[in-house]
C-alpha cells in the first residue's frame, strides 16, 4: 500500500471476482453513485406506474357519470397515486441525488456507512414492490394516502388492502431511516478540508436538514402505524372508539409525520434549483446563508404547524389561532428564499438550458402553490375550501410544479455528471413546455372547480352543476403531461448512446463535482482536495464571479488540486472524453485507494426484513417470520463483523 | 500546513480510514443521531399513553380500583410499585456497570472489562425478567392488551422499552463474547462507548416512564 | 465496524469538536458519587409516592417531574457523558429532545389534559 503510484504501462487484469462486472456487480454495489441510480431508475418506473394511475383518474373524471372504473378501484387508484407519488417517486429520486451527489459535493469518497446505504436500498425496493404487489391481488389500498383510523382499523377496513398499506410504509421508514442516520453522519463528519458547514453547497446543506426532517418525523409515523398493524393484526384498542380511543389520535400523530413530510418532498428540489440558478445566471446563489438559515427555519417549524390539517376536525379556537399563526410564519422563511431566487437571476447572464427552465418552473408554479396554501391557513378560508379540489391544486402546485419540477432540472442538470452525455436540449424543450402547459391546464382549473364544491376523493359526478368545463381541461392537461412524459423518456434513453460527451463540467458549475470526470470513476477524487470558498471552481476559472462573495478564510490561498494527477485549473483533461472505458481513468487499486468491498449481505438482510413482513401479513404466519427474523439477525452479524474494506497484510 | 494536509491525505488513501472533518468517530456521530430519532419514537408513545390516561371505561385501571358491574369482581390498582421500583434501581445499576465496562476497555483492563460487561448484561436481563414478571402476573389479574385502552398503550410503551434492552443486552453480550475470544483492545473503546450510550439513553428512557406510568397517580 | 477515528488531530474545522473522547471521560470517583446520587433520588421518588398527604397538594406532580428530569439529566451528563463530550453531540441530542418535549406538551394541550385557565 504505498503511497505514491506509478501507474502501469497497460491496463493490467486485476483478478476479476463476479461482483465486479454484470448483474452481481449491482447487486453488491457499496458505491454510492450505482446506489443513486438504481434509487434514480426505481423512481422513475414508479412515477410512470403512478402517472399512470393519475391519467385513468383524469380519463374516469372526463365525463360526469363514468364508469370506466368502479367506485372500488377508484379508491385505490388515487390512495395509490398519492401514496406512490410521495414515498416511492419525490423521497426516493431525492434520495437518488442525495447519494449520487452528497458524497461528490462535500469531497468525499463515498458515504459514511456504504453498506447501510445498500440496505436502505434495498429495503426501499422491497417495500414498493410490497406496495405495489397489492395489484395482484385485487387488494390495493384504499383508504387515502394519510388512511385516517379508526376507517383503516378491522371493522371498517376488513381486507387485505389496507395491510399492504399499513406494513409497506412501515418497511419504506426503515429505509428513509437508515438512510437518514447515513447522510447525517456524511455531511458531518466526511467533508474536504477547508469545506466548513458555511462553505457547503446549498443542495447538500437542503439535503442535511431534510435528514433531520426524516429522522425526527419518521418515528413518530412509525409509531402511528406500529398502533394501526397492531390493531389490525393483535386486537389492541387504540383506536377503537368503543373501548374509549379519541378519534383524533391517529390524525394528530399522522400529520405530526405528515407536515414535516411535505418539506421532506420539497426541500431537496430548492436544493436542487438553488444549485441550477446561479450557474446559469452565471452568478453567486443570492444571500447563501439566508437561505440556509431559512431552509433551517422552514424545517423547524414544521413541526409545529401540523394540525393545520385538522381545522375541519373541530379543535377549538386556541388550537386553531395557534396553528394558523404559525402555518402563516412558514411563508416568510419561503417567501425569503423565493426572493432570493429572483435575486440570484437579477442581473446575470441567464441562459436558458432546460434545466434553468425547469428552475425557473418552480419558482413561479411553487409560488402559485404557496400563496393558496396561505389562503388556507386561515380556519375560515379553510373550511370553506378543506376536502375540495381547491385543495388538491393547492397541493399539485407545490408538490408536481414544485418538487417535481425542480427534481426535473436537477435530471438535466446532473444527467451528464451520472451518464457521461448531455440530454438533448431540443426535446429537453418540448419536454418542458408540454409539462408546463398542461401541468398548469391540468390543475389551474381545479382551483375553480373546488370553489365551485367539487368534492376530492369522488369517483363520479352528476352532470349540470358546472363542474364539466373544467373537468374536461384537467383531463387535457393530463394528456399532454403524458406526452411530455414520453418525451422525457425518448430523449433520456437515446441520449445514453447519442448524447453529446460532456466532459467534466458542461454547464461551468461552480461546485466540485463539476471538477472530476463525467462519470466520475468510483474513488471519486484521485486526491482529496482542499476547499478555500463556497465556489471552488469559480475561484479558479471564473474569479470575476466570486469577486463580491465573502471569503470567509483568513489564510486564503487557492490550492492546486489535482485530479488524477492533473490540476483542476487545466480543465478538459484529454481523457475526459474517453466515455464508457472504465480505463479511461486509473482504477483505486492502482491509486492505492481502498474502497469498500462489494458485498450482498445487505441485500440479503434487507430480503429476509421484508420476509418478515411478508410472514405477517400472510395472516401471521410464524414459521416464515420467525425464519426471516432469524436470517435477518444472522446476516446482520455477518455483515457487522466483515471489515468494510479488503484486509491489507 | 496545506500541503501537509493533502500529504497526508494521500498517506490514508492507501489503506487506513481518512480522518473526518469534525474529528469525531462517524459510528459515534450516527448513534447520538439516532438517539436524537429515539427521543421522537418515545414520545409519541409517552404521548399516546398520557393522551388515553383516565380514558378507558373498563379496568383494571392503573392506580384505582374498579368494580366489574358485570361480575362484580373487583380489581385493585395493578401497578406494583415496589417491585417496579426494585427493577428501576436494577436498571440504573447497570448503567453505573456499563461506565466501568467502557473505562475498563479504554485503561485495557481485560479482567475488568469482561467482568463489567457481563454484570451489564445480567443487570439488563435481571430487569427484563422483573419485567416478564410483571406482565404474566397482569395477565393473570385479568391486564392484556385487549382488555381497555390502559392495556393497549401500557403494554405497548413499556413493552418497546423492553424490545430495546433485550436488543442491548443482545449487544452487550456480543461484545462480552468478543471480549472473550480475543479481547477488546483500547483502539475498541469507541464500539462499547457507541453501546453505552444507547445502554444509557435506554435507562433514561425508564427514568421518564417510571415516573409518568407508575409514580404519578 | 469503522476502526476508531478519534485520534485524528487533523483539520478541525469545528473549534471545540477535537478533543479525543478517552481523555474526558469522568473516573471512578465521579461514577460512584453519580450513582449514589440517582439511587437516592429514586428512593426518594418511591418515599414521596407513599404520603398520601402529599400525592394530594398540588406539588406532588410537578416535584416528580422534577425529580425524574434532575435524574435524566444526570445520566445524560456524566453516564453518556455529554457534559465533557463534543459540542456536536449535544446539538444532536438536545435539539430532537426539546422538539419532543413541545410536541409532547402540544399534544397534552390539543387533548385537553393540560389546560389554560384565565
Known amino acids: 500500500m504505498a503511497t505514491t503510484v506509478s501507474l502501469p504501462e497497460t491496463p493490467h487484469r486485476e483478478p476479476t471476482h463476479k461482483y465486479e462486472s454484470g448483474v452481481w456487480s449491482w447487486l453488491a454495489t457499496t458505491d454510492h453513485k450505482r446506489i443513486g441510480q438504481l434509487y434514480l431508475y426505481t423512481s422513475l418506473f414508479w412515477f410512470i406506474v403512478g402517472g399512470i394511475e393519475a391519467a385513468i383518474i383524469r380519463a374516469q373524471l372526463y365525463n360526469p357519470n363514468s364508469h370506466l372504473v368502479t367506485a372500488q378501484t377508484y379508491n385505490e387508484l388515487f390512495t395509490m397515486h398519492g401514496t406512490t407519488m410521495i414515498f416511492l417517486v419525490i423521497m426516493p429520486l431525492s434520495a437518488a441525488f442525495f447519494n449520487f451527489l452528497i458524497p461528490l459535493q462535500i469531497g468525499a469518497r463515498d458515504v459514511a456507512f456504504p453498506r447501510l446505504n445498500a440496505f436502505s436500498y434495498w429495503v426501499f425496493l422491497f417495500g414498493g414492490l410490497f406496495l405495489n404487489s397489492s395489484w395482484f391481488l385485487h387488494a390495493a389500498p384504499n383508504g387515502g394516502w394519510f388512511g385516517y383510523a379508526p376507517l383503516t382499523t378491522r371493522p371498517f377496513s376488513p381486507g387485505l388492502n389496507i395491510d399492504f398499506w399499513v406494513i409497506g410504509l412501515q418497511i419504506l421508514g426503515i429505509s428513509s431511516l437508515a438512510a437518514g442516520f447515513n447522510f447525517i453522519t456524511t455531511i458531518i463528519n466526511m467533508r474536504a478540508p477547508g469545506m466548513h458547514f458555511m462553505r457547503m453547497p446549498i443542495f447538500s446543506w437542503m439535503a442535511f436538514v431534510t435528514q433531520f426532517l426524516i429522522i425526527l418525523a419518521f418515528p413518530i409515523i412509525t409509531v402511528a402505524l406500529t398502533f394501526l398493524m397492531l390493531d389490525r393484526f393483535f386486537g389492541t384498542n387504540f383506536y377503537e372508539i368503543q373501548a374509549g380511543a379519541d378519534p383524533l389520535l391517529w390524525q394528530h400523530l399522522f400529520w405530526l409525520f405528515g407536515h414535516p413530510e411535505v418539506y421532506i418532498l420539497i426541500l431537496p428540489a430548492f436544493g436542487l434549483v438553488s444549485e441550477v440558478l446561479p450557474v446559469f445566471s452565471r452568478k453567486p446563489l443570492f444571500g447563501y446563508p439566508v437561505m440556509v438559515y431559512s431552509g433551517i427555519l422552514i424545517a423547524t417549524l414544521g413541526f409545529g404547524v401540523w394540525a393545520h390539517h385538522m381545522f375541519a376536525a373541530g379543535m377549538g379556537p386556541i388550537a386553531d389561532a395557534f396553528f394558523s399563526i404559525t402555518t402563516m410564519l412558514i411563508a416568510i422563511p419561503t417567501g425569503v428564499k423565493i426572493f432570493n431566487w429572483l435575486g440570484t437571476m437579477w442581473g446575470g447572464s441567464l441562459r436558458f438550458t432546460t434545466a434553468m427552465k425547469f428552475a425557473i418552473g418552480l419558482v413561479a408554479l411553487f409560488t402559485i402553490g404557496g400563496i393558496s396554501g396561505v389562503m388556507h391557513s386561515s380556519p375560515p378560508s379553510d373550511l370553506q375550501q378543506t376536502d375540495s379540489y381547491f385543495i388538491v391544486a393547492h397541493f399539485h402546485y407545490v408538490l408536481f410544479g414544485g418538487s417535481m419540477m425542480g427534481l426535473f432540472a436537477g435530471l438535466y442538470f446532473y444527467y451528464p455528471k451520472i451518464t457521461g452525455r448531455l440530454l438533448n436540449e431540443k426535446l429537453g424543450n418540448w419536454h418542458f413546455w408540454l409539462t408546463a402547459i398542461g401541468m398548469n391546464l391540468t390543475f389551474f382549473p381545479m382551483h375553480f372547480l373546488g370553489l365551485d364544491g367539487m368534492p376530492r376523493r369522488i369517483s363520479s359526478y352528476d352532470a349540470g352543476q358546472g363542474w364539466e368545463s373544467n373537468n374536461h381541461l384537467a383531463s387535457y392537461g393530463a394528456a399532454l403531461i403524458v406526452l411530455g412524459t414520453i418525451f422525457f423518456a425518448y430523449n433520456w434513453f437515446t441520449s445514453l448512446r447519442r448524447g453529446a460527451v460532456a466532459g467534466n463540467d458542461p454547464w461551468g458549475g461552480a461546485t466540485l463535482e463539476w471538477m472530476i470526470p463525467s462519470p466520475p470513476p468510483d474513488y471519486n477524487f484521485a486526491t482529496i482536495p482542499k476547499v478555500t470558498s463556497r465556489y471552488p471552481l469559480w475561484d479558479r476559472k471564473s474569479p470575476e464571479l466570486t469577486v463580491n462573495v465573502p471569503h470567509d478564510s483568513q489564510d486564503e490561498q487557492k490550492m492546486d488540486v489535482k485530479i488524477g494527477g492533473q490540476s483542476t485549473g487545466t480543465a478538459s483533461a484529454p481523457s475526459d472524453t474517453k466515455l464508457n472505458a472504465p480505463h479511461a481513468h486509473p482504477s483505486a487499486r492502482q491509486l492505492g485507494i481502498m474502497m469498500p468491498t462489494p458485498t450482498t449481505k445487505p441485500l440479503i438482510a434487507a430480503f429476509a426484513l421484508g420476509t418478515v413482513f411478508v410472514g405477517l401479513i400472510m395472516h401471521k404466519n410464524l414459521p416464515i417470520m420467525l425464519t426471516a427474523a432469524a436470517i435477518f439477525v444472522f446476516s446482520l452479524y455477518n455483515w457487522l463483523l466483515t471489515p468494510l474494506e479488503p484486509e491489507h497484510h | 500546513m496545506a500541503t501537509a494536509a493533502i500529504d497526508t491525505h494521500d498517506a490514508h488513501a492507501g489503506g487506513e480510514h481518512p480522518p473526518t472533518s469534525t474529528g469525531l468517530n462517524n459510528t459515534k456521530v450516527a448513534i447520538w443521531a439516532f438517539i436524537g430519532s429515539e427521543c421522537f419514537f418515545f414520545a409519541s408513545l409517552i404521548s399516546t399513553y398520557l393522551i388515553y390516561r383516565g380514558r378507558s371505561p373498563v379496568g383494571p385501571f392503573p392506580h384505582d380500583t374498579w368494580k366489574d358491574p358485570a361480575t362484580g369482581h373487583v380489581f385493585k390498582g395493578i401497578l406494583n410499585i415496589p417491585i417496579t421500583s426494585v427493577s428501576t434501581f436494577v436498571l440504573l445499576m447497570s448503567s453505573l456497570a456499563m461506565v466501568l465496562a467502557h473505562s475498563a476497555v479504554v485503561r485495557g483492563d481485560r479482567k475488568s472489562s469482561k467482568i463489567w460487561l457481563a454484570a451489564t448484561a445480567f443487570l439488563g436481563a435481571t430487569f427484563l425478567g422483573f419485567q416478564a414478571y410483571e406482565f404474566t402476573s397482569f395477565v393473570h389479574e385479568g391486564l392484556t392488551i385487549h382488555t381497555n385502552l390502559f392495556g393497549s398503550s401500557f403494554f405497548v410503551l413499556t413493552g418497546f422499552h423492553g424490545a430495546h434492552v433485550t436488543a442491548g443486552v443482545i449487544w452487550l453480550l456480543t461484545l462480552l463474547s468478543i471480549d472473550m475470544k480475543r479481547g477488546l483492545t483500547p483502539d475498541e473503546a469507541i464500539n462499547v462507548d457507541v453501546c453505552a450510550l444507547y445502554w444509557h439513553f435506554v435507562d433514561v428512557v425508564w427514568i421518564a416512564i417510571f415516573t409518568l406510568v407508575y409514580l404519578i397517580k | ?118
Open chain 3, 1 to 118: 465496524m469503522a476502526a476508531d477515528q478519534s485520534h485524528s488531530t487533523l483539520s478541525h474545522d469545528e473549534k471545540g469538536n477535537a478533543s479525543p473522547h478517552e481523555h474526558t471521560h469522568p473516573d471512578w470517583g465521579t461514577y460512584k458519587w453519580v450513582a449514589l446520587i440517582l439511587t437516592l433520588i429514586t428512593a426518594l421518588e418511591v418515599w414521596i409516592y407513599y404520603i398520601p398527604s402529599f400525592t394530594k397538594t398540588k406539588l406532588f406532580v410537578p416535584t416528580l417531574l422534577t425529580l425524574s428530569a434532575v435524574k435524566f439529566a444526570i445520566v445524560v451528563m456524566f453516564y453518556m457523558h455529554l457534559k465533557y463530550d463534543a459540542k456536536l453531540f449535544r446539538a444532536l441530542f438536545l435539539g430532537p429532545l426539546i422538539l419532543a418535549g413541545f410536541t409532547i406538551v402540544g399534544l397534552l394541550f390539543l387533548f385537553g389534559h393540560l389546560v389554560i385557565r384565565g
